[in-house]
């Protein structure tokens, strides 16, 4: 059993010997090179690493935007490693919450559309979808803000605005990208707390970050060189 009290066959990521290799040219980029790496349910955890070590090509491979040259991705049991683009984005839209650095909002939508998009994709019905949409912004600390558009936000709102829509549909995987990076430093503490609250209430979080400040609220660090694990620590 795991620390946290999942049996080890019942990961909620398990990579084993994956690979990456792009063609540019001529020449064979070797993104990840067989990289093993597993997590449990409810973790939180970082993942760092320098330009060119394999950690976006890592996050594209786990949020299910890409797929491995070789190797396996089972993500809650099931292979999803040479899955079709169709699968994929099914797969992506029911398990797995993503925030993005740039936030990624319609400008001419309202916070609560914003919200519902990954519902309206997955079939949600309307009064399901707004209830959803309006519990995750309450969630988020928007309940007043449901009706504004993305202008008419901060950035720490419009941060928020894509976590709650990252929790519409109770994904299994939070998975942020440098959630931070266009905040300044008081705003990025608040988002942080939120991701902090968002773990203690259960949720598997997955940060990818440059920012150390960012990787200690995580429990887990795992730091990625030459497309590979170079170290995994629990902080």
Same mark, same amino acid.
């Given at each position: 059993?795991?620390?946290?009290g999942?049996?080890?066959d019942q990961?909620l990521i398990?990579?084993?010997?994956?690979r990456?290799i792009?063609? /540019?040219?001529?020449?064979?980029?070797h993104?990840?090179?067989?990289? =093993?790496l597993?997590?449990?349910?409810?973790?939180?955890?970082?993942?760092?690493?320098?330009?060119g070590s394999g950690?976006? &090509?890592?996050?594209n *491979?786990?949020?299910?935007?890409?797929?491995? &040259?070789?190797?396996?991705?089972?993500?809650?049991g099931?292979?999803?490693? =040479?899955?079709?683009?169709?699968?994929?984005a099914d797969?992506?839209?029911?398990?797995?919450g993503?925030?993005?650095?740039?936030?990624?909002?319609?400008?001419?939508s309202?916070?609560? @559309?914003n919200?519902?998009?990954?519902?309206?994709?997955?079939? &949600?019905?309307?009064?399901? /979808?707004r209830?959803?949409?309006?519990d995750?912004?309450? /969630?988020?600390g928007?309940?007043?803000?449901?009706? @504004?558009?993305?202008n008419?936000?901060s950035?720490? !709102?419009? !941060?928020?605005?894509? *976590?709650?829509?990252?929790l519409?549909?109770?994904p299994?995987?939070?998975?942020?990208?440098e959630?931070?990076?266009?905040?300044?430093?008081? &705003?990025?503490?608040? *988002?942080?707390?939120?991701? =902090?609250?968002? @773990?203690?209430?259960?949720?598997?979080?997955?940060?990818?970050? @440059?920012?150390?400040s960012?990787a !200690?609220?995580?429990?887990?660090?795992?730091?990625?060189?030459?497309?590979?694990?170079?170290t =995994?620590? /629990? *902080?």
């Amino acid at each position: 059993m795991s620390e946290h009290g999942v049996a080890k066959d019942q990961a909620l990521i398990d990579l084993v010997e994956v690979r990456k290799i792009y063609q /540019r040219g001529n020449e064979e980029v070797h993104a990840l090179s067989g990289l =093993d790496l597993r997590l449990e349910r409810g973790e939180y955890v970082a993942i760092m690493g320098p330009s060119g070590s394999g950690k976006s &090509t890592l996050m594209n *491979i786990v949020g299910c935007l890409d797929t491995p &040259t070789s190797g396996i991705y089972r993500l809650d049991g099931v292979d999803v490693s =040479d899955m079709n683009a169709n699968n994929l984005a099914d797969v992506r839209n029911r398990q797995i919450g993503f925030v993005f650095q740039t936030f990624n909002l319609l400008a001419r939508s309202t916070a609560l @559309h914003n919200v519902e998009l990954p519902l309206l994709y997955g079939g &949600t019905r309307r009064r399901l /979808r707004r209830e959803r949409a309006e519990d995750a912004l309450t /969630r988020c600390g928007l309940a007043d803000r449901m009706d @504004h558009r993305p202008n008419e936000l901060s950035g720490g !709102q419009r !941060q928020r605005v894509a *976590i709650a829509r990252a929790l519409a549909n109770s994904p299994s995987l939070l998975l942020a990208d440098e959630p931070t990076g266009n905040l300044d430093s008081r &705003t990025g503490d608040e *988002i942080m707390a939120l991701f =902090d609250a968002l @773990h203690a209430e259960g949720n598997t979080v997955i940060l990818v970050t @440059h920012e150390e400040s960012v990787a !200690q609220h995580a429990n887990r660090l795992v730091r990625i060189r030459d497309g590979v694990v170079a170290t =995994d620590e /629990r *902080i």
